[in-house]
Structures are given as C-alpha cells and as structure tokens.
C-alpha cells in the first residue's frame, strides 16, 4: 500500500488572537494651565498630548505626557493633573505594545483613590493582559481573577477575562490545567456569551490535540458541529478538526479520521464564510459609529472584525488546505479498503491546487485503487494522467510505480501485447530501478500469455542474463521451460528443467512445480509408462502440493490408455473434492470410462450423484447433458427431454455454466420428425420470447445460438442470421467461446468485418486456454489477408498451427498460408506445405484436391508446365467426387498443354471434358466447349504413331 508521509496541514498555532479590549477615549481633558505659563509649560504639553491621544497618535502622545511628568510629576500643585495624565500615558504604552513600560505605571493607576470607574475597570483588565504579555502567567492569573470578581465592571471583558485565564495555561504550555479549565467554565461560558464559549471550544480543543486525548476531542467535534456557522474564527476550528483527523490516520484508527475529515468544510466554503462574516462586521460597526456613546462597542466589534480579517488573510495564502484535507480522507479510505471511496476522493484531490510532491501521491493511490478494484480502464487512464502530469516532476522511482502499476492492469485485464509493451518501456527508461527486474520478467510472462512464445523465451533468458544474482532470474528461468511446454516441445522442456533443477537445487522454489512439469511432458509426449512412474515419485515427494489434483487425473488418463481401467478410475477417485476444478475433471472422466462401457444406468447413477453433491459446480449443466445422454440410449427419451428443458430454466441464463450449449445441440435430436421438429421450434420461440421479457440475455443469445446451428447445411446464410442474433447478447468475458466463435465467423462472413476481428481478439483474450483459439486466429488470419496484410496473416496462421485442432481448418488454412508464400516468392515453404498436404492421411479428399491444383500453378508460374499436367490430371483421375475441382483440373491441363505446344494432347483433354456429361453445369464446362471451336476438328494421329499402335494391336 502507498502510505501517506508526513504531515498535509500546517499547525493552526494558538496565540493571543483571543485577546480584545483597549482603552476608550473618554478621559477628560486636563485643567487650564495659568495665562502665563511659558510657551513648553504643563498647559501646552497637556493641550499636546491630550490632542495627540485624541487624534490615537499614540506615539506623540506618550511623548508629551512623559515630557509633563518628568517636568511637573514632584509639584503639589500638578498631583491632580498627574492623577489624570498616568492613565492616559499606560494606555497609550499599552497602544504601542511597550508591556514593560505600561507594566510600571498601571499599578500605579490603579493606586489613585480618585480614578474613574470606567479607567479602573479598563486599566484592571489590561494590567492581566499586561502580565500575560510579559509572561508572568501566575499575576497575570491572579490579575484576571480580581478583575472578574468585580460584578460592576464591563460585562463583555469580564467574558474575556475567563478566556485569557485559560489562554494563560495554554501560553505556558500547561495544557491539562488549560482543558480542564475551559471543560469546567463551558457551563458558564456558554450563559454568558455563545461566541465566545465556542472560542474556549476551540481553545480546549487545541489542548486536548496536544495532549493526545482524541477520544474527548472527538466529542468536541460532534458538539461544536451544528454551531459551526456561529464560530467567529471557523478557519481555526476547522484547522484543528482537521488536524484531529490526521491524528487518527496516524494511529490507523480510519473511522475517527473519516468522521472529522468529512466535517471539514471546503476552502471555498470556509473563505466566503469569513468574507461575509466580515462585511456584516464592516456593516455593524459602521452603524454604531453613527450612534453616540458607542465607543466600547465600536472597539469591541473592531477586535473581532481584526481577528477574522487576519485569520481570512492567513487562510487564503494557504493553497493546500483542500488538497490536505482530501488526501487525509483518502488515505483513511485506503485504510479500511475501501477502494471505491479512496480512488473517488483521491482522484478529485489530485485536481486540487497544492503541492505537487502530494499530488503525486494522492494520483499513485487512485492508481492502486481502481486497480483493487479490477476496474482495470479507469486504473490505466489514471496512470496515463499521472505520467503526463508528473513523471518529469516525481521521484523516478514513483514514475516507475506507476509504469508497473500501470502495465500490470493491462495485464490483469488480459491485454497482453500492451502489456508486454508497458513493462518493456519501463525497463528501457528505467533500466537501473529496483523495479526492473521484476518488469522485464512480465514482460515475458505477458509476452507468452499473448501466444507470442519466441518472444517471450527471449526476455526471460534476457533476465536470467542480466539478473542472474537476483531470486527473479529463478523465476525466469521456470518459465522458460513453461514457454517450451507451452510451445509444445514436450522434450525440450523435460531438458531444460532438468538443468532448473539442479542449478536451482539450493533455493529450489519451483522444485515441485518442475517436477510436476517434466512428469506432464511425458505424458503429452504418450509415453504413459514413464508418465505413471514419475508421476507417482511426484505425488509420493509431494502430497501437500498444489499439482496433486492434476496429477492424478493425468495419471488416471495415462492408465486408462493404457487399458488399465480400473487403475486409472482408481487414481480419479483419489482427487479431492477441495480441488474444485480437478474434482469435476475426474468426475466427468470417471462419466466417459462408463460411457465407453455403455454402462448406462451406471452413467446416469453416476452424474445424479455428482449433480446433487456438486449444486454450485461450473459443470453442472455438462452432468445433466449426459445424465440425458444415458436416458436417450436407454430409449427414455421423455425424460431426456425433461431433465434438458429443466436445465435450460435453471442454467440458460448462467454465462459460465458452458454445458448448456451442448444441452442445446442434444435437443434436436430428442425431436425426431417433422411434427416433433415443429413442436421444438416453437418451444424456443417461446422461452426466447420468455427470457427477452424477463431480461436472460445469456438465455436469448444461446437460443439465437441453437436456431443457427439448427438451419440446413445447405443454407449457411440462415445460420449467419441466427449466430448475428445471437452476438446482440453476447457476454464475451463469460460466455462459451464456442458461440463467440461462431458469432465472429457470421461477422466476417456478413462483412461486418471489425466486429469479427473485435470478437475473434476478445475470445483470445478471455479464453486463452479454449479450443476455439485455433478458430479466432484463423479467422484473424482470414482477414489480414483480405485486408492485404499478409505479414500478419502468415503471424496469425503460424499461430493456428500451434493451436489448430479442427481438421477441417487444418488444410483450409496450410492452402491459404501456402497461396500467400507462394505470392511472396517463398516457393520452397509453399511447396513444402502442399507435400505435407498431400502425405497426411488425415488431410480430407477435398483439400488434397485444391493443392494438386495449387501446386499445378505455382509450378506453370516457376515455368514448368510438364509436371504441372501431371498434377492437375490427378484431380480428375483420383478426386473425381469433386466436380467443381475437376472441371478446373481438365481446363487447367489442357491450358497448359497448349502453352507447351501440344495442340493435340490439348484437343483430347477438351473433348474429354465435353464429353463428362456431368460436368456441364460448370463455367469451366461452356470455356472448353468454346476453346475446341477455335481449335477445329482433332487433328489425326502422326502415322508414325498409328502404325505404332497397329503393330502392338496385332502382337
């Protein structure tokens, strides 16, 4: 898993930014100095700093006021005037931040008997701030309580001074004394101010992150969250929110971090807020300026309009809240596995504006969990946007996470030359990365799993030469015996995991595997005796190990060739039923050893059995085929019938339960006759009907299926229809490869030739391991070559080969694959493959028909018309079932007769073929008839000749 490091989001520090109040301007005006006092006397610097305070010129007022108590401070007749001017003076200092210099005078103030209510209660409030200012916390504590114990002074300090109680314990860093403070005076805070309770909120939850107590500071969360929109600094609750759930990450507890994190409101949100906040503050203050005697509340609104001003600044030079905040929520996502939400969030977070190192980040986990979630397409665009935006910018070994990631859900969803392609391109830009190794072994791997085997066998000896230290090149080095299997050189891969074996004795991880494999390619090779041995060493070494299953049926196989019958359905019997698929595989070999026995009521005791003890086998529609298969011989047909429609009602509309296709198939023949036919027409019609209301549309495309191969052979354009009805359904990933096939030869057949080529891909694709592979390559072959792509036809036919099973597109496909060399001047191979045509018993008539006559022609174009003659002369004489060949045969001989100057010998092949009555229905037939005309009568016989025959007519 890609896990979050470090921290998304700033500390939103915890200073004075509670703190409000101020002095107000409503001292009065010092007494007249006397008429003739000098130009500087006490009355002028007075009248100076009495206007300098008034006009908040702090600075000039401080100024002058210190001028007068340095003058005037030890005359008895200036005590009143000086009893004035010291308030005045420590607010000014207070104004201009000189803690120091204000701390020595508000004592003093404070002292005077004569001091006004109003300066009292300001300058007691300030004399706490003061303290906390110049960090004499206990004073300032104990300043702050003596204030708040005067019930006469302003009522909205006396709210402040519980929060800077409390503030007091924050600042000195006693955070436990801070909570507890504000937990206990939450009561009485929220009575005396709503606003500023849920600034002590914020407060004690500051405290209660740093003391680590997240349980509580959860419930704080859930408390505050209805009055969030009441909070007048909602940026530093919502920081600290946030916070709390990254503090949750941390500790892995993902639901508490999912809890605050999707409390956190939007930047956008959080900014408008706080920008309309502050112009309903603008607003207010504005009204109150226009009221007299105002000025405290003035002050106090422009504190708070200040706080809000400055935290909304703050705020807004922080692009990457956002971008934190959804990588937190995404990260906890990813936590619990829940791959959905995680991509979905992380996705819109590599959107947002922020860092571009946790862009990144956040884009490589969206990666990783579409990927998780087998939604291969979207884990592939992910990559691709995440190496178009950051490959030049991340770590290269992020670029390379993301490559592999990338190339490995290509191969996941089965896209194997892309894939190869992917991980081949990693290792050429990243050659030195630790991931490297493991990427060009994929690239084999995906190489191999394309059918592209040379290919593949190059990489993985590429690996083992280049990684030979590494444990990857002992991976390599297996598979390249597998690729050898896979190609069907039984013997070679016998040898080469000999050698695995015993240069990789000592770590041996595929020891047992390779053991199994060289015991498998006996057996593939028919040498069933040293099969059963080695297979027997295996399973006697090995009996835990993950090949037993397979191994018995094989060895079950080998006996049963053997004609050891009760052996090898002893060795099917010994396969588990844990091993689900080899399980089945016995079983149904068990079904086909009494099937050749014709042991029918043992067959049908057989498959019921296997049916009721294996209700969620893939098979199971295949038990209840031959369960109707052993009633059909045993002349119950009804109940065939019955357990088959039955089937279709259960199964029909399971793609994976591939037994249903040769239920489909079977039931024509439990209909025999004209009427029966009838009636099972329309059986289909009906469940056809039946399956397309009630939305089956596997069941509907397996009827389309049936109808098609249920027309005459004679019409194949009725069957195209039925097998094209059938592709409108068609599930490719789960779905029989046997209709996939047949719906891509429609196709082609109809002209709708990318859809065949997108069905014939996608079979491969989804059915690696399916007999009608050798089908979709052919018919990729078919048309590449109409498409004049011959290259890749001949690429498609050679695979085909390797593949090729049906002996009717064995010879179909040698002829087309011999027309294509022979059309590039590739005659040796050509001829080759019409040699091994024409020996192979196995070849049909037919085919063996087209090759003499290929053959003929590829010898007429290398100018050797002579033994071309021969050639065509044989289709005639040996083949002549096939009287559309053999018309062509006669005009083709008789054609190149005459090329060769033999008029006479032409004449004769004419007139034989005019006189194969039925050949006359062929165009070849009308194109002789004419050729004889322009020739004339059949010249006679040189004497020589004549004479010849006479004298052997008389001996």
Not at 309 to 329: C, I, K, P, Q, Y
Not at 506 to 516: D, L, N, Q, T, V
Request: a neutral charge; charged letters at 25%; one cysteine or more.
């Amino acid at each position: 898993m890609i896990s979050p490091s470090g921290r998304f989001l700033p500390c939103f520090a915890i200073g004075l930014w509670l703190l409000v109040g101020g002095a107000v301007m409503w001292a009065q005006a010092p007494a007249a100095a006397p008429a003739d006092a000098p130009l500087v006397g006490p009355v002028e610097l007075l009248k100076a700093g009495n206007a300098a305070y008034l006009a908040q010129n702090w600075a000039e007022a401080a100024k002058q006021f210190d001028l007068f108590l340095e003058s005037y401070a030890a005359e008895p007749t200036a005590a009143e005037a000086v009893a004035q001017v010291k308030p005045l003076l420590c607010l000014a200092r207070i104004r201009l931040r000189d803690y120091a210099a204000a701390g020595q005078l508000v004592s003093d103030c404070l002292a005077l008997p004569k001091l006004e209510l109003k300066l009292k209660d300001e300058l007691a409030f300030w004399k706490g701030v003061i303290l906390l200012q110049m960090q004499e916390y206990d004073l300032s504590r104990t300043a702050l309580t003596d204030y708040f114990q005067v019930p006469e002074f302003n009522a909205q300090r006396r709210v402040e001074t519980l929060l800077l109680y409390g503030t007091s314990y924050v600042l000195e860093g006693k955070m436990a004394e801070a909570a507890a403070f504000f937990e206990q005076q939450s009561a009485r805070l929220w009575q005396m101010n709503q606003e500023a309770a849920l600034r002590g909120q914020t407060l004690r939850l500051h405290c209660l992150l740093e003391l680590g107590e997240l349980g509580k500071a959860r419930e704080m969360v859930r408390a505050v969250q209805p009055l969030l929109s009441q909070v007048t600094q909602i940026v530093s609750l919502q920081g600290l929110t946030a916070e709390l759930g990254g503090r949750f990450l941390e500790n892995q507890d993902y639901y508490g971090a999912i809890f605050c994190l999707q409390r956190v409101w939007p930047a956008q949100r959080l900014l408008k807020h706080q920008a309309d906040r502050i112009t309903r503050l603008q607003a207010e203050i504005e009204a109150l300026k226009a009221r007299p005697g105002t000025e405290p509340q003035v002050f106090q609104k422009q504190s708070v309009l200040t706080r809000v001003e400055r935290e909304h600044r703050t705020f807004a030079a922080n692009a990457s809240f956002d971008l934190a905040v959804r990588m937190r929520l995404g990260f906890s996502y990813l936590g619990l596995e829940r791959w959905r939400e995680a991509a979905l969030v992380l996705e819109d977070a590599v959107q947002l504006p922020g860092d571009p190192i946790q862009q990144a980040q956040a884009g490589m986990a969206v990666v990783q969990c579409w990927h998780e979630l087998k939604r291969y397409d979207r884990a592939v665009a992910a990559a691709d946007v995440w190496l178009a935006k950051f490959e030049d910018k991340a770590a290269s070994s992020d670029a390379a996470k993301v490559r592999f990631l990338l190339a490995q859900a290509r191969y996941d969803a089965r896209e194997y030359p892309e894939a190869a392609h992917e991980f081949e391109l990693l290792t050429q830009k990243l050659p030195k990365d630790e991931l490297a190794p493991q990427a060009l072994l994929m690239a084999g791997l995906a190489r191999l799993m394309a059918d592209e085997t040379e290919p593949a066998m190059a990489l993985f000896k590429e690996v083992v030469r280049r990684f030979d230290h590494l444990p990857v090149a002992e991976d390599a080095d297996y598979w390249l015996g597998m690729a050898l299997s896979f190609d069907k050189d039984y013997q070679a891969c016998r040898d080469h995991l000999e050698k695995h074996l015993k240069k990789y004795a000592k770590s041996g991880r595929y020891a047992a595997a390779a053991e199994f494999k060289r015991a498998y390619c006996l057996f593939a090779l028919a040498k069933y005796e040293e099969a059963i041995a080695e297979l027997s060493e295996y399973q006697a070494r090995n009996p835990e190990g993950p090949d037993i299953p397979e191994s018995l049926v094989l060895c079950g196989d080998a006996l049963c060739s053997l004609g050891q019958i009760d052996e090898g359905l002893a060795s099917y019997e010994r396969v588990s039923k844990d091993t689900a698929h080899w399980y089945d595989e016995a079983q149904f070999k068990i079904g086909n050893v009494l099937k050749l026995r014709q042991d029918w009521p043992a067959m049908l005791a057989h498959y019921e059995a296997f049916a009721k003890g294996s209700p969620d086998s893939k098979k199971l529609a295949e038990a209840v085929y031959w369960m109707g298969f052993a009633c059909d011989s045993m002349e119950r047909r009804d109940d065939a019938r019955a357990m088959y429609w039955q089937a279709l009602d259960d199964h029909g509309d399971v793609a994976g339960r591939y037994g249903v296709e040769d239920i489909l198939l079977a039931l024509p023949k439990l209909y025999r006759g004209e009427d029966q036919r009838v009636e099972l027409v329309r059986e289909i019609q009906r469940k056809r009907t039946e399956g397309e209301k009630k939305n089956r549309p596997v069941l509907v495309c397996r009827l389309n299926w049936m109808e098609g191969h249920m027309q005459p052979p004679d019409k194949p354009e009725l069957s195209y229809a039925g097998f094209l009805m059938a592709a409108q359904t068609l599930n490719v990933k789960k779905q029989n490869p046997r209709i996939i096939a047949d719906c891509a030869d429609a196709s082609a057949e109809a002209g709708s030739k990318t859809r065949a080529k997108e069905l014939y891909t996608e079979l491969i694709r989804w059915h690696p391991r399916a007999v009608e592979v050798g089908r979709a390559y052919a018919g990729l072959g078919f048309l590449a070559e109409a498409a004049g792509e011959w290259e890749a036809a001949l690429d498609y036919y050679a695979r085909f080969e390797k593949r090729a099973v049906s002996m009717e597109l064995i010879p179909r496909v040698a002829l087309r694959k011999a027309a294509l060399l022979a059309e590039h001047r590739k005659i040796a191979e050509a001829t080759e493959l019409y040699k091994n045509l024409l020996a192979d018993k196995l070849t049909p008539a037919r085919a063996k028909a087209e090759a003499l006559l290929a053959w003929g022609a590829l010898l007429e174009k290398q100018n050797q018309p002579l033994p071309a003659t021969a050639y065509y002369e044989r289709v005639y004489v040996a083949y002549g079932r096939h009287l559309d060949l053999v018309a062509k045969a006669y005009l083709a001989r008789a054609k190149a007769l005459e090329k060769m100057g033999k008029a006479r010998e032409a004449h004769e092949v004419y007139d034989e073929f005019a006189r194969t009555a039925a050949l006359t229905a062929y165009p070849e037939f009308a194109a002789a008839e004419q050729r004889m005309k322009e020739l004339g009568p059949l010249p006679p016989k040189p004497v020589v000749e004549a004479r010849a025959k006479e004298t052997e007519v008389g001996k």
